[in-house]
Nanobody
Framework: QVQVVESGGGLVQPGGSLRLSCAAS????????MGWYRQVPGKEHVLVGE???????NYADSVKGRFNISRDNAKNKVFLQMMSLKPEDTAVYYC??????????????WGQGTQVTVSS
């Protein structure tokens, strides 16, 4: 019954910005860590950034200083603000939420993915 839905992807030119949003809904009793991975077809998915329930963050070296992750606990949302985008940022971005659902144990739930393309 838990759903994680993300949005905000699109086509931007190098140096541009995008803001991705992700919301968890359904039988969510407790939400712990939330974050973002990205994947290029044929490549392994890699962590972009993550944020704890208390607001502590961690970023991949490739995006430090350019990306910012935040969350709204009241709305069960996590955001990824991407700035100074580069062509190598092109990927499908997936959000996740670590959740203890009602009547269940801790599990990681994933969004459906949203395409980000950085090209001139």
């Amino acid at each position: 019954q838990v759903q994680v839905v993300e949005s905000g992807g699109g086509l931007v030119q190098p140096g541009g910005s995008l803001r991705l949003s992700c919301a968890a809904s359904g039988s969510t009793s407790s939400i712990y860590g939330m974050g973002w991975y990205r994947q290029v077809p044929g490549k392994e998915h890699v962590l972009v950034g993550e944020i704890s329930s208390g607001g502590s963050t961690n970023y991949a070296d490739s995006v430090k200083g350019r990306f910012n992750i935040s969350r709204d606990n009241a709305k069960n949302k996590v955001f990824l603000q991407m700035m100074s985008l580069k062509p190598e940022d092109t990927a499908v971005y997936y959000c996740y939420a670590d959740i203890i659902a009602t009547g269940d144990g801790l599990a990681r739930y994933w969004g459906q993915g949203t395409q980000v393309t950085v090209s001139s």
